[in-house]
DNA sequence: TTCTAACTACGAAATTATTCGTAAATAAAT
DNA sequence: ATTTATTTACGAATAATTTCGTAGTTAGAA
């Protein structure tokens, strides 16, 4: 895909797509299901947000059997980075790092935390050099 | 503020706070035109805004001149982490460190920042010693 | 076969956010 | 003093998203 086609997910969109990239192609009754597991909605508006992001082609549809199969045509971590970049523009002036000593300086992190992303960033290091 | 008030800003009403915390307390026709450098903004629509935050005790106004003097209520590190934490539940299941990694592998952050970074994670290490 | 339950299709209502037009008030300029 | 420009007030139009009701269809159970 070479001219990005910026995909922007709504929120419940995005949820729905959580559950996807989670549990793979699964049918509007499953999704909706798990959705209950949080808070209440209702099937009919699962359904018909599905068949949006189809219409979106966010979706393929495999409709052979009654219980029709949806799957998510878009990729996770690209999709989170696309919304990731947005929210950055938006509340850090596009600065990663604001964001990311936001994120540590509020979060807590654990020591294991800690150190995965210590790891990370020698990567980053030694990969430029 | 004891029991939280969990504001959360629509996105034209961020773009507004970002520039009240980066100007302090600003009449309509400043913020609308600050705005204007990047993209039209109709001045009533500004100004709609501005008093809609104004009702929902996000800014408030100092009528005594004829232009209002609005300035923001919410303090800016605040309401930039109930954000980020509301962005990392919907996107990142709530984990920082995803958020932490994914940002950091896709932004190539410069030396610079790299060290920042480290130089804050030495201090949270430290603080918890 | 007949009844019932589950599913899809569809459109409209409800909600929320944003934009805009117009009127009224006030101040500044001529 | 009269005109002109700037500002606030207000409500309605627009837009985007989400929710819901209902009808029609299909499959499975009785």
Redesign the pocket.
Known sequence: MSLKNKI?P????LEILQLLWEFGPS???FVNDKQNENK??????T???M??MADKGILI?N?EQ???VYSSVIDESETKGNLLDGFLKKTFSGSAKKLVMQALGNHNPSKEELEEIKKLISEIENKSK
Chains 1, 2 share one sequence.
């Open positions: 922007n709504t929120e419940s969109e049918s509007v009754r209440e909605v209702g099937y009919t508006t359904l018909k947000i068949q949006i549809v409709k009654r219980q029709h």
